[in-house]
């Protein structure tokens, strides 16, 4: 079982940044995808970014590239969400999910392809 534990959420007022965390355990540092996703009220739950731990290749959502960075520091087995420049429609919940997959590839974005998730945290961005 890996147990993921997300924090950082807020409100904000558009234009702001926040910083999600995701504490995870020190095993999913090699070997697996993690990634960042959100849901809206109504809405299907969709990739934000994904990174393959152990490597460095990451994928980002067309609506946050430029804007969203994910990250990994292995010495403190937590993964990260840099969010700047913060748009109203990026209020959701935001999750963090893990899985397994063994070799180096491009994270998948598709949220059926992850096992593990944590609880969620909130962020509101105000216009």
């Known amino acids: 079982q890996v147990q993921l534990v997300e924090s950082g959420g807020g409100s904000v007022q558009a234009g702001g940044s926040l910083r999600l965390s995701c504490a995870a355990p020190?095993?999913?540092?090699?070997?697996?995808?993690m990634g960042w996703f959100r849901q809206a009220p109504g809405k299907e739950r969709e990739g934000v970014a994904t990174?393959?731990?152990?490597?460095?290749?990451?994928y980002y959502a067309d609506s946050v590239k430029g804007r969203f960075t994910i990250s990994q520091d292995n010495s403190k087995n937590t993964l990260y969400l840099q969010m700047d420049s913060l748009k109203p429609e990026d209020t959701a919940m935001y999750y963090c999910a893990a899985q397994y997959f063994g070799w180096e590839r491009l994270c998948p974005p598709s949220h059926v392809r992850y096992g593990y998730w944590g609880q969620g945290t909130q962020v509101t961005v105000s216009s």
């Open positions: 020190k095993y999913t540092y090699s070997g697996y995808c």
């Open positions: 990174i393959y731990t152990g490597g460095a290749r990451t």
